[in-house]
């Protein structure tokens, strides 16, 4: 008799599935709501799935995932096959330390792997450029390409060579298994060593394969991390989207796309369940059950389809060589410009337009923060020509000498920028910068919870909202606001001063007066009313009270942070011409308008911000409210009061970090 | 006067310091059942595998009709093989089994001893796959699956799958090991008609020595490696060379002994006449006398005396060990001698065999601890498994 298990058991079971399962259940069916939330239900609606099949940026990464996924499993599956084979027939102490050595990739963390494998690359591509120059210093028939770069190619390898493993650890049972002696047979009976393999090695460890195959198809389409640093910029999978997608604004085309993603993969592994279980039952082939099946196999083993067999075989290589070479002469022949933006920070019929009125096409990529931005620049794997930093970071790359000087005879929207927004203290000439949108941090605070109106920084150290306050996830905010409250510069280099800052927040840190420091999460917060009083960008502040109307927003009276993302083009950059052309359709006042609209981040077009409230009436045939638009663009009396980040010197830097480190988790 | 088929000249197989085959010499003729025998490990499968191609000997010829045939791959020779578990392709039914050597084409000898395939045309494959099936008494079978079958079936096939090629020798590694007693014998009956009536030669690996002695017509007994003894069943039974052979085939007691002149051998101090010559005299020798060769007598009638220590009832006859001298003999017998009686025996002189003194003297013939196990020991499929060579892992 089995034992059953006791009731702690069974509570355990129940716990661990409820931990495992809830969140993607939640995910699923917040999928489904209405609104933007991500807490507050709203009413059901596709509207995230239609959402989601226009756009663009997910159709293409999901079309990149898919090419990438089936031609990684078609080549890793023949190669872990033959490399089975290989080990099969090896003595049992290598085969056994090799297997050894095939299982440690499937163990590393994908961390190490993918760091390494770029390591690798970009190593290689260096020594291919000087290879590559050198063959075309001898010679001028063939032109080498000397510059390589990350990209499909370099994500392709990756894939097949961590797929692989899975591949073998698949098949090598399945031939352990098998009767050694059927390799003898069919030599014995007229085979080479190579018909033995597909006539008799082949059908029997078939199963072994397609489950291998089947596998190495889910971890590519799943793997993140290791495209993360194989991909460049000119390429983009569906899970490096996905984590784009949540930089700015969590919206809820991340649950439908991870619900997609869920089910697919819950289909394919299904699949192989119901396939392994099917054929053990069956004690794996039972010819008198399909008369059908039978015929066929008849039919297949005759020598009448062997030309039939070689007809398919060859329509399939030649359809597979035509779709790559389509692709590869497509991407290569049009004109090009790498874009690397963040995540949810255009209204992407932008690029379509781009690319429909001047025929070039647009690699549209996203990192997640200015820093992933820095490292990607870098470690030179990227070939991007535009890119939208933060201020502080312009100072940075230009100080570095990242940047190219533009050409703003090739720019004539640049004049629609406002002067305001013209020779700021990142780039005091203006010579490398086409600003794109600015915005402001400010309180944001719920009025049920807060009785008296908030205007000034000191509410966010009162004692009254002890426990009720969410501090702002990263030390550069959470310091410059102390700075400002105790009338200190923002960017001020005077240690004594940061330390007063430090221990204003430190002193309040430790008598609980924050309920945590928040990033993203601000929004599941402020939303569900579990917090009184947050700081948080104007932007985002507008995205959270579509979905909780109770929050207000303030720049205190103190003044605030102030910040400008700009286009800057790289000195490197392959193509920039191109860049010009987008740079410039980016700055018109049209663009301007759509992207205020979508991303509700301030425009820096004089123009389109005068426009935008009698815009948003021609759109939305009710008037925009004069709150919420200053909200969206300070005034400038507001923007007075405010100050923007400089890049601060390294020691400074690293006090930052030294500080916030000491503050505690 | 046989035409001679194969030769093994001078072969060596050896892994690092393991030799496992020590200078075979070895003569198959045409249309001749030989039957390789030996304990497991004696290098019995490897001279088998050599000749279907699967080895390479270290150093020495393979020689097929005349021509050195060593580097001649497998799907070249004119050789097929029905192996150990029978290696039946699962994912093919029983005629495409059968019909899968034909598929790949006939090997033709040409000009100069080069060896191409010849396609066999698809009515031909049908014609002869059916009529092997039939031959192999599995008319009907045709497109069962191969897991459907029973070990008996399946080995019938296995036979099918081999002989249909026409091969001028068949192969047989150990065929019937994983049958059970009743079937086997069927088996044998079977296997020895199909040799006959096909005309071809057949090598067979065993290690039972009744199914070598009921089917062949030359035995080759091997142990490490050697040949021991190559002659026909009654040969090798009759007049083993050296105490392995004596032991190996049938039951046998294995005494020290004296030739003292030729005709007189001396065991436990007495003498016997014997029917054997050529010795040297007062050489130390073995000498073998089969238990069913000595006839019990009443103790004071007895050319030895000695004590019944144990006795089985085996249906025809009576396992009766009894103790001379402190060596125990093994008697068999129709006469009932109850446990703890004194008895005499008597030996005709044709029963008496004399060996020379060899590495295995000593080693084999006495009964001191003979038990039912014995048998057991002695149980071809359980010995089988042990045969499977080294590195394999199955789980």
């Known amino acids: ?665 | 006067m046989p035409k001679e088929l194969i030769q093994l000249r001078d072969c060596v197989m050896q892994y690092g310091d393991d030799v496992i085959l020590d200078h075979i010499n070895l003569y198959i003729n045409d249309k001749e059942f030989l039957t390789l025998l030996g304990p497991s490990g004696c290098g019995k499968t490897t001279t088998l595998r050599i000749i279907g191609g699967f080895l390479s000997p270290t150093s020495g010829d393979v020689l097929f009709d005349g021509t050195r045939i060593n580097d001649v791959p497998p799907y070249k020779r004119m050789v097929n093989t029905v192996f150990q578990r029978y290696a039946l392709f699962p994912h093919l039914n029983v005629f495409e089994n059968v019909a899968f050597g034909l598929r790949m084409g006939e090997t033709v000898i040409g000009e100069g001893n080069a060896r191409y395939k010849k396609k066999i045309p698809e009515s031909e494959i049908q014609k002869r796959v059916l009529e092997m099936l039939e031959v192999v008494n599995l008319k009907g079978f045709e497109k069962r699956s191969i897991t459907a079958l029973s070990g008996g079936q399946q080995q019938r096939v296995a036979i099918a799958r081999a002989l249909v090629n026409r091969p001028k020798v068949l192969l047989l590694d150990e065929p019937l090991g994983a049958l059970d007693m009743r079937l086997r014998k069927d088996m044998q009956i079977e296997l020895k008609r199909i040799q006959q009536e096909m005309e071809i030669t057949f090598i067979y690996v065993t290690h039972d020595q009744e199914e070598a002695l009921a089917m062949s017509d030359t035995v080759v007994v091997m142990d490490g490696g050697k040949i021991q003894q190559i002659g026909t069943p009654e040969d090798i039974y009759n007049e083993p060379k050296n105490a392995f052979v004596a032991d190996f085939i049938g039951e046998s007691n294995i005494i020290d002994g004296i030739m003292r002149a030729d005709g007189v051998v001396e065991i436990f101090n007495r003498k016997f006449q014997c029917l054997d010559k050529g010795f040297g005299k007062d050489e130390p020798v073995d000498v073998v006398i089969r238990p069913e060769d000595i006839d019990i007598v009443a103790e004071d009638q007895g050319q030895l005396k000695g004590t019944v220590t144990s006795v089985t009832f085996k249906g025809v006859h009576y396992d009766t060990i009894v103790d001379f001298y402190g060596f125990k003999w093994l008697i068999q017998t129709t006469d009932f001698c109850p446990e703890g009686s004194r008895i005499g025996i008597k030996i005709d002189p044709d029963g008496f065999h004399v060996m020379k003194k060899s590495k295995y003297s000593g080693m084999f013939g006495d009964y001191s601890s003979y038990s039912e196990e014995y048998d057991e020991i002695n149980d071809p499929t359980l010995l089988d498994q042990a045969e499977e060579e080294g590195t394999d892992d199955e789980e």
């Open chain 1, 1 to 665: 008799m089995k034992k059953r298990p006791g009731i702690g058991g069974r509570i355990g079971i129940g716990i661990a599935f409820l931990f495992l399962y809830m969140p993607i259940f939640l995910l699923i069916i917040f999928s489904f709501n209405q609104g933007e939330s991500s807490a507050v239900w709203q009413g059901f609606s596709f509207h995230w799935y239609a959402e989601l099949f226009h756009n663009r940026l997910v159709i293409e990464s999901v079309a990149t995932t898919l090419l990438v996924s089936l031609v990684a499993t078609a080549i890793s599956t023949v190669v872990g096959t033959f490399a089975s084979v290989g080990l099969y027939s090896m003595g049992r102490r290598w085969r056994e330390g090799l297997m050894t050595v095939n299982n440690i990739p499937m163990m590393n963390a994908d961390i190490v792997t993918g760091v390494s494998m770029c390591l690798f690359f970009v190593a290689f591509f260096s020594g291919w450029g000087s290879f590559a120059g050198w063959v075309n210093s001898v010679q001028h028939v063939i032109v080498l390409p000397d510059r390589l770069k990350l990209g499909m190619a370099t994500l392709l390898i990756a894939h097949i060579a961590f797929d692989i493993p899975y591949v073998i650890l698949n098949v090598s049972p399945r031939l352990r298994q098998m009767d050694k002696n059927l390799v003898d047979a069919a030599q014995d009976l007229g085979c080479t060593w190579m018909q033995a393999f597909f006539k008799v090695i082949l059908p029997e460890i078939m199963p072994g394969i397609v489950s291998g195959a089947l596998i190495a198809f889910t971890m590519s389409i799943d793997d993140f991390v290791i495209s993360y640093f194989t991909a460049g910029s000119s390429t983009q999978t569906l899970s490096m989207t996905i984590y784009g997608m949540t930089k700015k604004r969590v919206t809820p085309v991340v649950n439908a796309v991870s619900t997609i993603i869920f089910v697919v993969v819950l289909v394919v592994l299904i699949v192989n369940n119901v396939r392994e279980a099917r054929l053990e039952a069956r004690g794996e082939r039972q010819h008198r059950d399909h008369p059908k099946l039978d015929a066929i196999r008849e039919y297949l083993g005759s020598p009448k389809s062997r030309w039939m067999k070689r007809g398919v075989a060859l329509v399939c290589v030649v359809a597979f060589v035509t779709v790559v070479s389509m692709l590869t002469a497509f991407t290569n022949s049009q004109p090009v410009v790498n874009v690397c933006s963040w995540g949810e920070y255009i209204d992407e019929d932008l690029i379509t337009e781009f690319e429909e009125a001047t025929g070039i096409r647009v690699n549209y990529q996203t990192a997640e923060s200015n820093e992933t931005l820095y490292s990607l620049l870098k470690s030179g794997g990227a070939d991007y020509d535009v890119v939208v930093p933060s201020d502080y970071m312009i100072s940075q790359l230009i100080e570095e000498d990242m940047l190219a000087e533009i050409d703003y005879n090739a720019i004539p929207n640049f004049s629609l920028i406002d002067d305001r927004f013209k020779n700021l203290p990142y780039d005091p000439e203006n010579k490398y910068t086409v600003p794109y949108t600015w915005g402001t941090v400010g309180i944001i605070y719920n009025t049920t919870m807060v009785d008296e109106e908030i205007t000034s920084w000191s509410s966010l150290y009162d004692p009254k909202y002890a426990g009720q306050v969410l501090l702002i996830g990263n030390s550069r905010d959470a310091f410059g606001i102390a700075l400002n409250y105790l009338g200190y510069s923002m960017n001020t280099t005077n240690e004594d001063e940061i330390r007063e800052a430090y221990n204003l927040v430190k002193e309040a840190y430790d008598r609980g007066q924050f309920q945590g420091k928040v990033m993203d999460e601000v929004f599941q917060a402020m939303e569900g009313g579990n917090a009184a009083i947050a700081t948080y960008y104007a932007g985002d502040f507008l995205s959270m009270q579509e979905n909780n109307e109770d929050l207000a927003f303030v720049i205190p009276e103190e003044g605030s942070n102030w910040f400008v993302d700009a286009m800057c083009v790289l000195k490197d950059a392959p193509h920039k011409e191109n860049a010009w052309k987008w740079i410039d359709f980016i700055a018109s006042t049209d663009s301007n308008l759509r992207n205020m609209d979508y991303i509700w981040y301030a425009s820096p077009n004089t123009e389109a911000l005068e426009k935008y409230p009698e815009w948003y009436e021609e759109q939305y045939e009710e008037p925009l409210d004069e709150e919420t638009y200053n909200i969206i663009a300070a005034p400038p009396e507001t923007l007075e009061r405010c100050e923007m980040y400089v890049v601060l010197p390294k020691h400074i830097r690293e006090l930052y970090n030294e500080l916030w480190i000491d503050l505690g988790i």
